[in-house]
C-alpha cells in the first residue's frame, strides 16, 4: 500500500500512523526473542524503506537521518526498548518458567549466540537516540539540536515536506547529485557554479533563501513559501 508520491499523498503525521500501525507492528513482532540475532539487520532494510516514505527522502540520504525525519525511534532501539519491558516483566513474575535463566542462565554453547540474559542492563532510549545521533558523521547534523522531537514542518503537505528534507540532507534532484547517480553530464547550475542543494539555498543568486539553511529548516512562513515556488 502507497499512501504518498514525490508529488501529492498523505502528510507526514498521517504516514507515520500508518507506518507503526501496518509495518512495525509486524516488523517488531516478538522481537526480544529473535532482536539479537545476526539476522535482524534484514528486517532494518525494509523499515527504512517506510521511513524513507514518511520522511519523502531519497535512497542515498544516510540512515541515520531517516529515524530523525519520520519521528520514529531507530529499529535497533525500539527492539531494545520491547527487550527491557519484557524483563520487567519477568522478574515480577516468580512463577515463570524462564525467570531461573535470567538471575542463573545456562552455560553458554555457542558464542555466536547472543541470549536475552546476556544484556539485562535497562536502557534510556531516548538519551541513547540522542546520544548516537550527536556522534553520527552526516551533513547537516547541526541543523537537528534534539533528533527525538519532531523536526519543524512535519505537517507540511507532502510536497513541501519532501522537499524541505532534502534540503536538510542535501540529497536530491541538484546538478551535483545528478551527475553522481550519472542522470547528467554536467553538475553546473544556471549561475555557472557547481549546483549543489546548499548552494541553491545559500548562495544562487537565481533562488538563495534569505537566512539560507537555517532558515529554512525552521519552516517559518517565508521559508514554505520558498519551498512552494522552488517546487512549482
Not at 503525521?13 to 532482536?35: D, F, G, I, K, M
Not at 554453547?109 to 535497562?122: A, F, I, N, V, Y
Not at 531516548?126 to 523536526?151: D, F, G
Request: positive net charge.
Amino acid at each position: 500500500m502507497k499512501l504518498a508520491g514525490s508529488t501529492w499523498g498523505a502528510s507526514a503525521n498521517t504516514l507515520r500512523s500508518s507506518a507503526l500501525a501496518l509495518y512495525y507492528s509486524a516488523a517488531e513482532y516478538c522481537a526480544p526473542v529473535w532482536s539479537r540475532s545476526a539476522h535482524a539487520s534484514r528486517v532494518d532494510v525494509q523499515l527504512n524503506s517506510t521511513v524513507r516514505l514518511i520522511s519523502g527522502t531519497l535512497r542515498s540520504t544516510p540512515l541515520p537521518c531517516l529515524p530523525v525525519l519520520s519521528n520514529i525511534e531507530p529499529p535497533a532501539l525500539r527492539r531494545k526498548a520491547a527487550t527491557d519491558k519484557l524483563v520487567e516483566k519477568i522478574v515480577k513474575h516468580d512463577s515463570w518458567p524462564i525467570q531461573p535463566d535470567i538471575f542463573n542462565p545456562p552455560l553458554l554453547r555457542l558464542t555466536s549466540r547472543k541470549s536475552l540474559w546476556l544484556d539485562l542492563q535497562p536502557v534510556d532510549i531516548k538519551s541513547r537516540w540522542r546520544h548516537n545521533w550527536k556522534s553520527a558523521q552526516v551533513v547537516s547534523s547541526q541543523l537537528v539540536c534534539n533528533p527525538t522531537i519532531r523536526q519543524p514542518g512535519f505537517d507540511l503537505p507532502q510536497q513541501q515536506w519532501s522537499l524541505l528534507n532534502r534540503f536538510r540532507m542535501e540529497q536530491g534532484h541538484c546538478g551535483a547529485c545528478r551527475r553522481k547517480w550519472r542522470l547528467t553530464d554536467t553538475d553546473l547550475c544556471c549561475c555557472g557554479v557547481t549546483q549543489t542543494m546548499s548552494h541553491t539555498v545559500e548562495s544562487c543568486p537565481l533562488t538563495k533563501l534569505n537566512g539560507s539553511l537555517s532558515r529554512l529548516h525552521s519552516a517559518d512562513e517565508d521559508a514554505v513559501s520558498w519551498l512552494t515556488s522552488y517546487g512549482s
